[in-house]
T-cell receptor, first 113, second 115 residues
């Protein structure tokens, strides 16, 4: 069965530091991959998505993610974190030709000044 | 932002009472989804709809029913609320396009407390 793992429940970084959030998926073929962000009390906002092509995907708010087939990973990165990036981040996988997404359990990011 | 509203935004109810949550969209998207969000579980799909009067179960559908009589509205009903249904409920929409998996857009959520 398809699944998504976000190994880090909670990450704390200093403002200005680099960030990498991990996401691993289990799926037999190339999946469609998404990263969403959820600010406190808000709904989920799409950061970026990977369908095919270039394995390095650029998103909004300065985020990027890299698809690595050999590692079944789709890690999210940002070179310099801002205090406003404090939120919860969800990775999701969409099995090919389905209408549904499978979400990871999320990583909560805390940013210290 | 996608035009998705959820009502009510907050609700407190008692065990055993029926509850209906509403999701309304102005995007004319084909697909609509109901998720629940709980700590340590991420988002789990309850039910989804792929058209008017066309619905299907998700992974946590027990105790929930849905209806979609119009493209723009998707209702989630808890027939007899239980404390285990205390959660934050999110509606999402997506459209059928050229991609095999379409992006989902989320509403602001409904926080439900069952006492």
């Amino acid at each position: 069965a398809q699944s998504v793992t976000q190994p880090d429940i909670h990450i704390t970084v200093s403002e200005g530091a680099s960030l990498e959030l991990r996401c691993n998926y289990s799926y037999g073929a190339t999946p469609y991959l998404f990263w969403y962000v959820q600010s406190p009390g808000q709904g989920l906002q799409l950061l970026l998505k990977y369908f095919s092509g270039d394995t390095l995907v650029q998103g909004i708010k300065g985020f990027e993610a890299e698809f690595k087939r050999s590692q079944s990973s789709f890690n999210l990165r940002k070179p310099s974190v801002h205090w406003s990036d404090a939120a919860e981040y969800f990775c999701a996988v969409g099995p090919y030709n389905t209408d549904k997404l499978i979400f990871g359990t999320g990583t909560r990011l805390q940013v210290f000044p | 932002d996608a035009g998705i509203t959820q009502s009510p935004r907050h609700k407190v109810t008692e065990t055993g009472t029926p509850v209906t949550l509403r999701c309304h969209q102005t995007e004319n998207h084909r697909y609509m989804y109901w998720y629940r969000q709980d700590p340590g579980h991420g988002l789990r799909l309850i039910h989804y709809s792929y058209g008017v009067k066309d619905t299907d179960k998700g992974e946590v559908s027990d105790g929930y029913s849905v209806s979609r009589s119009k493209t723009e509205d998707f209702l989630l009903t808890l027939e007899s609320a239980t404390s285990s249904q205390t959660s934050v409920y999110f509606c999402a929409i997506s459209n059928s396009g050229t991609d095999a998996v379409e992006t989902q857009y989320f509403g602001p959520g409904t926080r439900l407390l069952v006492l």
